[in-house]
């Protein structure tokens, strides 16, 4: 009997040794050169000179490889990319032919690239706020440019990036559409290019505080003889540096006709969610990132620096079908009307009344 059991024994060990020499070999045999460019794009949405330049910024940035027959750097980078892009479990990306290797290493994989690209370095170099005047002006003419409307260097919402349920905090996690998420705060421009990202927060926090409390808010607050606006829906208090739409507004009336540009302009932020998760569909809320919350947002802003760069290159994502749109929809947590302090909400009313009456002189 014990003789039956070492020989089982042994014969497992060897077939565990030959599923890792397999994977080893299919390895060696990858040449990405050989990978026609549309289905590079397709497997990693990145071109394949994009690939070289994120290769040279985060191959740096990579635990070296320890051993021999160790995973290269490149393989890592273009498994997690897979993943990324698939939004499958990680054991399909494993499986692959174009990079097989066993899911532990596909987990191993993801974090080290994942990592590499939340260095601070990488994310200011792809994510940057507009940090002065001129910076600003060029935000604000494109803006004016596409839609007739001054003074804007943002758009700003939020989306919920479905998790699975954390061991710790889970109250922080659970939102009022009943499942776990990342509360995730964006605010991009014309172009849909992310210019500020926070992923740090609960699904149970409302959109009102995760503003509160971001640094931005800061920024536009201290700026001095410079009107700067950020457009956001009524789940934000309305502010001098926050236009929102007015309530009940009158169809043709002038705070109607500003509501009607206000929402088209503030769609930007609707299609900048929409491609990014097009392109990146580990983060659409049908799906759950099956990490810890601190992973999940590294996650989330490591997909951010890559649609950035995809974004400047001009590389085209796939889009989401109607129904993943109608599914994002659904998942998404309607906002709550946001409370306001009595004399805060009047310097807002006075700035939108302000940007209303420049539209409606600017109609004549």
């Not at 794009?41 to 690939?51: A, T």
């Not at 927060?201 to 509160?212: F, S």
């Not at 236009?243 to 503030?266: F, I, W």
Request: proline letters at 4%; hydrophobic letters at 35%; a positive charge.
């Amino acid at each position: 009997m014990a003789t039956r059991q070492l020989l089982i024994a042994a014969a497992l060990r060897e077939e565990r040794l030959e599923r890792r020499r397999n994977r080893r070999r299919l390895r060696n045999q990858l040449n990405i050169s050989n990978i026609p460019d549309l289905e590079f794009v397709g497997n990693y949405r990145l071109s394949r000179e994009l690939f070289e330049e994120l290769c040279q910024d985060i191959v740096p940035l990579l635990p070296p490889k320890g051993r021999r027959h160790g995973i290269e750097p490149t393989l890592k980078i273009l498994t997690a990319l897979n993943f990324y892009a698939r939004g499958s479990y990680q054991g399909s990306v494993g499986q692959n032919m174009d990079g097989p290797m066993a899911q532990q290493t596909v987990s191993r994989c993801l974090q080290e690239v994942t990592t590499a690209l939340n260095a601070p370095h990488i994310l200011r170099k792809h994510i940057r706020f507009p940090q002065n005047r001129n910076e600003r002006n060029l935000i604000k003419q494109k803006f004016y440019d596409k839609y007739g409307l001054p003074a804007v260097v943002g758009c700003i919402d939020c989306s919920h990036i479905a998790i699975v349920r954390p061991s710790e905090h889970e109250e922080r996690y659970f939102n009022r559409k009943h499942f776990h998420s990342i509360n995730t705060q964006v605010i991009c421009d014309s172009d849909l290019l992310i210019t500020n990202v926070d992923a740090s927060y609960g699904g149970a926090t409302h959109d009102a505080y995760i503003w509160r409390e971001c640094e931005i808010r800061n920024h536009l607050e201290g700026l001095q003889d410079e009107t700067v606006y950020l457009l956001g829906d009524s789940g934000y208090a309305l502010r001098e540096h926050m236009m929102t739409p007015v309530d009940n507004a009158v169809e043709n009336s002038p705070e109607g006709r500003y509501n009607y540009l206000q929402k088209r302009v503030r769609c930007t932020i609707e299609r900048t969610f929409g491609v990014l998760k097009g392109r990146w569909r580990c983060l659409l809320a049908a799906r759950e990132l099956h990490y810890c919350p601190e992973t999940a947002g590294k996650i989330i802003l490591a997909c951010c620096v890559l649609h950035n760069m995809c974004i400047r290159a001009g590389i085209e994502g796939p889009e989401l079908t109607e129904e993943e749109h109608q599914s994002e929809r659904t998942r998404q947590v309607p906002f709550e009307t946001a409370a306001s302090s009595t004399q805060a909400l009047q310097a807002g009313r006075r700035a939108r009344n302000s940007l209303i009456q420049m539209l409606e002189r600017n109609r004549r």
